[in-house]
């Protein structure tokens, strides 16, 4: 462990988790603060105790931004009381998120963990979670406070408030089904994951939620849960603003819209590229050659062209990047199916439409609606389907 236990911080700060870690500690603990001067101490003593009594070996690693009430000053004490103690203070930087990964970059534990500073989370759940992850008949990767079990709850939370955060939840299981269905509390900010589930992931979050960065983008198989009730602040005051809301909703639209990037890029508009002439050629052959309908040889050549960019897809384009489970695989290749089947239909509505309304004989709109539509095929196909994150 270092052995100045404060450190400053200038500029923007790190994001990237190693993989080595220190055998003599097993767990990092990460506690953000933005103006908690009046509840760190008893957290962070409660916090050592709790782990002390459990005979867990930890470093508490408190994150401030520069709170204006002075929360590093009072860390700074308190690091000569408590040994395992550290103090992170951000000078240029705000976010609660970004506050947790530069916390877990500096850590040395193998296990790396959040809670609030400001008390609402209880000290006691977290030998909990920490006993889950150490039992080695326990195959879990993560294990997450959750107020939605039976035996937690929120119950200082008035009505609107519970509807806000279920409407957020219930928006995130539908955005992302394969990522926030895996926990009953998505929201939750109090959990701890195995060192090796998050190292040297591109974690890129936005605003509060961390849990939801891990779960989507860790290598996360396996979950376990313990319940909690949320408690009440003791002093200083939430800092939950409207715009968390917004950041909320930016992140999973984010993590649902990934772009390709370089390799696997070039792949796929390679892929696109020999999709299109293939449709072309099947097209021109039946309908022109061997005299087909219209819409029939439309219709064949276009299908014949999805099922080639799906086996390409997967077989080539994203072969490094295997679906983690078979049921993933047929949903990204049902998503490629989907989103050029509409496309396909809709092509030949427009076909049909523009031959019977306009004097440009077929081939000619053929063509040109096959050339100015793949784009938006192939980008959708795309973004719905191979994204780095789970679905
Ligand atoms: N380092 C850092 N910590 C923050 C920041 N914003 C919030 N925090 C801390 O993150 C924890 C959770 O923030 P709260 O405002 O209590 O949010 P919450 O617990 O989700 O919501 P409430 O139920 O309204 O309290 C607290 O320990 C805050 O001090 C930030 O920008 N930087
Ligand atoms: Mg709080």
Not at 114 to 122: S, W, Y
Request: aromatic letters at 6%; a neutral charge.
């Amino acid at each position: 462990m270092a052995t100045n236990p404060v450190t400053s911080i200038v500029g923007k700060s790190p994001q990237h988790i190693a993989a080595e870690h220190d055998p003599a500690i097993t767990l990092s603990l990460v506690i953000p603060t933005y103006n908690e001067a009046g509840n760190i101490a008893t957290l962070v003593r409660s916090l050592h105790q709790q782990l002390s009594d459990a005979q867990i070996s930890h470093e508490l690693i408190v994150v401030d931004d520069n709170s204006p009430d002075g929360t590093s000053d009072v860390v700074t004490q308190l690091t000569t009381e408590i040994p395992t103690l550290r103090l992170i203070h951000r000078n240029d930087e705000n976010g609660l998120a970004t506050a947790v990964i530069c916390g877990w970059h500096h850590a040395h534990g193998a296990l790396l963990g959040v809670i609030d500073g400001d008390g609402q989370h209880p000290p006691d759940t977290l030998p909990k979670l920490v006993a889950s992850l150490s039992d080695p008949t326990n195959p879990a990767d993560i294990a997450v406070a959750s107020r939605h079990l039976p035996g937690g709850g929120v119950p200082t939370w008035s009505a609107s408030r519970r509807l806000l955060s279920q409407g957020a939840q219930t928006l995130g299981s539908l955005l992302l089904p394969g990522t926030v269905g895996q926990v009953t509390d998505p929201m939750s900010g109090y959990f701890v994951v195995k060192r090796q589930a998050i190292a040297g992931c591109d974690l890129q979050p936005v605003g509060y939620k961390i849990l939801l960065e891990v779960l989507a983008r860790g290598d996360i198989h396996q979950v376990v849960e313990t319940p909690y009730y949320f408690l009440e602040r003791e002093t200083g005051s939430s800092k939950v603003k409207a715009t968390h809301y917004l950041d909320y909703l930016r992140h999973l639209l984010r993590l649902r819209v990934q772009p390709l990037r370089s390799q696997a890029l070039g792949r796929y508009l390679m892929v696109s590229l020999m999709a299109l002439l293939l449709d072309g050629a099947i097209f021109f052959w039946l309908f022109d050659t061997l005299g087909w309908n219209l819409t029939r040889s439309a219709l064949i050549a276009g299908e014949a062209g999805i099922l080639f960019t799906i086996a390409l897809l997967d077989l080539w384009t994203f072969a490094g990047r295997p679906a983690r489970t078979s049921l993933d695989r047929y949903r990204r290749l049902i998503g490629v199916q989907l989103a050029h089947g509409i496309l396909l239909i809709g092509r030949l509505a427009l076909i049909n439409f523009l031959i019977t309304w306009t004097n440009l004989g077929p081939l000619t709109v053929f063509f040109s609606l096959l050339i100015g539509t793949a784009p938006l095929g192939h980008l959708l196909g795309s973004r719905l389907s191979w994204r780095p994150t789970r679905n």
